[in-house]
């Protein structure tokens, strides 16, 4: 498996059924280990995102979400430009897991601890591709008080077919790990203290995405 340099810059990637990118956001490596891939983001750094969600972001108005995975599952999507705003991020994802474990920080510290159930990953030249499974849980800094989220559209996105049978199990599975390694202080739980006082490096500068290609 390819590793990645601290510094460098990896792209994330979601990618539905392996045939077409939903989302692509630029990040910074952390670290990169047999455990997990550590990077992170910071207000600047380049996006693609479907164009209903950036739509739903500047209006202030959830319920385009819904139609942004209406248009998924149809397979009728364009991607639109974006930059990472108002936080920072960390992201440690191992690459077996059908989760990534996320921290957002502001100017005031961490704001919170935030779990992301997506696909493993598939390392490619550029970072790395997975995909997003709707459903996430937000975590309070000190570990204290959990949240899940988006269970609505998680719903639908199974009616829909976006998430298979398969998938569901999946992060089922993957839900009672994350638990798990909340009570037990595994992973980076583990370590909450150094992800608390984490911040982003201040000579690193936004990343930015490769040129998509002219057609």
């Known amino acids: 498996m390819r590793r990645f340099k601290a510094g ?17 956001q630029a990040l910074r490596v952390v670290a990169d280990t047999p455990e997990a891939l550590v990077a ?7 996006a693609r995102r479907p164009a209903l969600y950036a739509k739903a972001r500047a209006d202030g108005n ?3 979400r819904t139609e942004a995975f209406d248009a998924l599952a149809a397979g009728e999507w364009e991607l639109a430009p974006g930059v990472w705003q108002d936080t920072e991020l960390l992201l440690w994802k191992p690459s077996t897991a059908w989760f990534s474990i996320n921290a957002f920080y502001t100017s005031a510290g961490m704001r919170n601890w935030y779990v992301n159930f997506e696909h493993p990953t598939r390392r490619t030249r550029d970072g790395f591709d997975t995909f997003d499974l709707a459903v996430d849980l937000a975590v309070a800094p000190d570990l204290s008080r959990l949240t899940w989220k988006d269970e609505d559209e998680y719903a639908h996105v199974r009616r829909l077919g976006i998430i298979t049978d398969a998938e569901h199990q999946a992060v089922d599975d993957a839900r009672a790990q994350v638990l798990a390694m909340l009570e037990q202080r595994t992973g980076p739980f ?23 290609p002219e057609r």
């Not at 460098?8 to 692509?24: F, G, I, L, M, P």
């Not at 992170?40 to 380049?46: I, K, N, T």
Request: glycine letters at 4%; hydrophobic letters at 45%.
């Open 8 to 24: 460098q810059t990896a792209v994330r990637r979601d990618v539905y059924r392996s045939r077409r990118v939903w989302s692509e």
């Open 40 to 46: 992170a983001c910071a207000p600047g750094a380049e």
């Open 62 to 64: 959830r319920s385009v």
């Open 190 to 212: 583990a370590e909450s203290a150094a992800w608390m006082s984490w911040r982003w490096a201040a000579g690193w500068p936004a990343p930015r995405l490769p040129a998509v």
